[in-house]
């Protein structure tokens, strides 16, 4: 199954902490690397105003697996802890590392812990941007155009900066 990860980080060194999550995750048993986009920094989107100034850095990582997505996003809320995020009462603080699981396949859930495609990639360039850097033809479920036309159509003004080709 190829599954598709956003990952972000607004917390000290932010490109460390992407290098570092990708290694953790290619590491594991069950999880090859596919494909990785370069790494954008973006502005903050949904924050409180006292973390506007928090610029984050955001890439996506395509994987091949075969582990189910449960074990999967439990696996990655590991990852994101031992990177040191912290769990926080305060909706978007600042973290260290964030994995949000985008695509998988042409699956569609929607449980309680997991929502399969991610319920606003649609409306976020830092997710369209570097998705579309890798798979621009990709129809994810629920869509009728390709990841290029959703980032053609995309309102979100919020700056999305080349960052690192290669990270």
């Known amino acids: 199954m190829e599954v598709g990860l956003s990952l972000g980080s607004n917390m000290g060194d932010r490109l460390a902490h992407l290098q570092n999550a990708k290694a953790i995750i290619l590491d594991s048993p069950g999880i090859v690397s596919a ?18 100034a928090l610029n984050f850095l955001n890439a996506i990582l395509i994987v091949k697996t075969l582990i189910p997505l449960s074990q999967l996003m439990q696996t990655f809320q590991f990852m994101e ?22 695509y998988a396949d042409a699956l569609q859930i929607q449980e309680q812990h997991i929502v399969i495609p991610h319920p606003h990639w649609t409306l976020r360039r830092f997710v369209v941007q570097p998705l579309y850097d890798v798979r621009p033809d990709l129809v994810i479920p629920g869509q009728t155009g390709t990841v ?3 980032l053609a159509g995309l309102s979100d003004t919020h700056k999305v900066v080349l960052f690192a080709k290669k990270w």
Not at 81 to 97: H, L
């Open 35 to 52: 494909d990785q986009s370069p790494a954008y920094e973006t502005e903050p989107v949904d924050v409180p105003p006292e973390f506007q």
């Open 81 to 102: 802890q031992k990177i040191g995020r912290v769990p926080n009462t305060v909706i978007n603080a600042p973290r260290p590392m964030d994995i949000d699981i985008i």
């Open 148 to 150: 290029a036309d959703v």
